[in-house]
């Protein structure tokens, strides 16, 4: 029996977990996948959006400012990688200059702060790769980047380190009232879970969850973003967060850099009827390929080691939906988190846990019992020789590389997977300290980091996946 469950293990169910592991709380968090941040938080721009492209009053709006103003100190407490580098969202043509006015005119409104437009030399100054049909940009220094991996994991491991649970490979397939008023959840392994409130935050099958108990339904729209990632050797064709002035389908396509160093060109915007259409199509890619140099010239796509798509939880009404239900008091929708929702997740957390709080009377913890920090494995690509050399005559495992494209060790892993939370699949290694990341996408490294997952958590390698139940590597052993 809970006093919450909370249906989803993304940023926002994590940053609701998070926060509601300050009060006095019996909390769960069920993900239908083998690990946290395996749905759009692992598959998106990573940007730290300023706030400009919101409808001035809307709940997106608000919490997208005052997620970007929250997520600063977030990373500096929880040890996950962000950069301020700020965006420029550019104007191609002098017939498009009011575009730029009106996003200049709504973020000052919404609270931005420091925006401006600037003029072509300033531009060039400030991103020497700009194309040559670029007359003038918006310049938002409050935006930045995130590893979205880092923010996601770091959420689910303060959370948990707190005392919240998390429950992996349990997709809800029913949720009704019990007899006493409490809430029943059953998942598709047959578990039956009690608890006095939900939180719905299941991303693109959020709108399945909430129609599971209310009368006045939803609808998500799974909106695909396709996606070009370049090696390392392009991360610094541009500075900052290129964006092209934005429709009614999102924010266009981008140029990048990333916090790991690589380049970013996407994503393009298709809506689709399957939640897990996660495919790339050639005309897909050909589009971020084709529209990219709109804004940036000579993108170097000779470079691209990996393609992917995520999907965006869009509603028509182009809005966050939080709030408990009318019709079903004691359930908290934190549906439709498009863009920017993982700017806004540090808002979001609070905003709902306060729901929470209010729903079930819950009090503080007594002061001094909520742990507020978090220590993530260190990253050796961000560490100077020396500090490597420490830590391998420390621990000798540091100096066994395992991953040679980020220079990952097998103390590192190690780390991954004996962690709370900590890895079971190839992906939650690579999530965590990006081994299998680099220019040969694991080519090189997955047989190792295969054994050592099969030797810490004791499996045999037919056990081992690339991301849960159903994506085994190997399917037996060959005659010698």
């Known amino acids: 029996m809970y006093d919450v469950v909370i249906i989803g293990a993304g940023v926002s169910g994590c940053a609701v977990a998070r926060e509601l592991s300050k009060l006095d709380v019996h909390a769960c968090v069920i993900e239908r996948e083998e690990d946290v941040c395996c749905g759009t938080s692992k598959a998106n721009s990573a940007i ?36 301020k580098c700020g965006s420029l969202v550019v104007c191609t043509d002098e017939e498009s200059m009011p575009g730029l006015q009106t996003l200049l005119e709504r973020g000052i409104a919404n609270g931005v702060p420091d925006l401006r437009i600037i003029d072509r030399e300033e531009l060039v100054r400030m991103e020497p790769n700009i194309s040559d049909a670029s007359v003038a940009a918006l310049w938002a220094p409050s935006a930045g980047i995130v590893d979205p991996f880092g923010l996601n994991i770091a959420l689910a491991e303060n959370a948990a380190q707190n005392g919240v649970e998390f429950r992996f490979n349990a997709q809800v397939t029913d949720i009704r009232r019990g007899e006493d008023g409490n809430w029943v959840i059953r998942t598709a392994s047959g578990d039956e879970l009690r608890t006095r409130c939900v939180v719905n935050a299941a991303g693109v099958f959020a709108d399945a969850i909430h129609n599971m108990v209310s009368e006045d339904k939803i609808k998500i729209i799974p909106r695909k973003g396709e996606y070009l990632l370049l ?6 064709h541009v500075r900052h967060t290129v964006f092209m002035l934005p429709t009614k389908m999102g924010k266009g396509i981008l140029v990048s850099p990333t916090v790991h160093g690589n380049l970013l060109v996407g994503p393009t915007a298709s809506d689709v009827d399957d939640p897990e259409s996660t495919d790339t199509t050639p005309q897909g890619l050909e589009e971020v390929a084709t529209k990219c140099a709109l804004t940036v010239a000579n993108v170097p796509l000779r470079e691209v080691i990996t393609s992917f798509a995520g999907l965006r939880a869009h509603q028509e009404g182009h809005e966050f939906l939080i709030g408990e239900l009318k019709d079903a008091p004691g359930f908290v929708d934190c549906a439709a988190i498009e863009s920017p929702g993982l700017t806004s997740c540090p808002a979001i957390g609070r905003m709902v846990a306060n729901i ?4 079930l009377s819950l009090d503080e913890r007594p002061a001094g019992t909520w742990v ?35 220079h990952v060790t097998e103390a590192q892993i190690v780390a991954a997977i004996n962690r709370p939370l900590g890895a079971r699949s190839l992906d939650g290694v690579k999530r965590r300290v990006t081994a299998g990341m680099g220019r040969c996408q694991g080519g090189f490294c997955s047989p190792k980091v295969m054994e050592i997952l099969e030797r810490e958590l004791n499996m045999a390698p037919t056990e081992v996946t690339k991301c849960g139940p159903g994506s085994e590597l190997l399917t037996g052993e060959g005659d010698e």
């Not at 709940?59 to 950069?83: I, R, T, Y």
């Not at 929470?356 to 729903?359: A, F, K, L, R, T």
């Open 48 to 83: 730290v959006h300023a706030g400009f492209d919101a409808q001035t009053g809307t709940l997106m709006a608000k919490l997208n400012v005052e997620g970007n103003e929250l997520m600063w100190q977030l990373a500096q407490d929880l040890d996950f990688k962000v950069s």
């Open 231 to 236: 090696d390392t050797t392009a991360g610094d």
């Open 356 to 359: 929470v709080q209010e729903i």
């Open 372 to 406: 507020s920090t978090r220590k993530g494995i260190p990253l050796l690509e961000d560490e100077p020789l020396e500090k490597w050399a420490q830590l391998a005559r420390e621990d000798p495992s540091y100096g066994n590389v395992v991953c040679r494209c980020r």
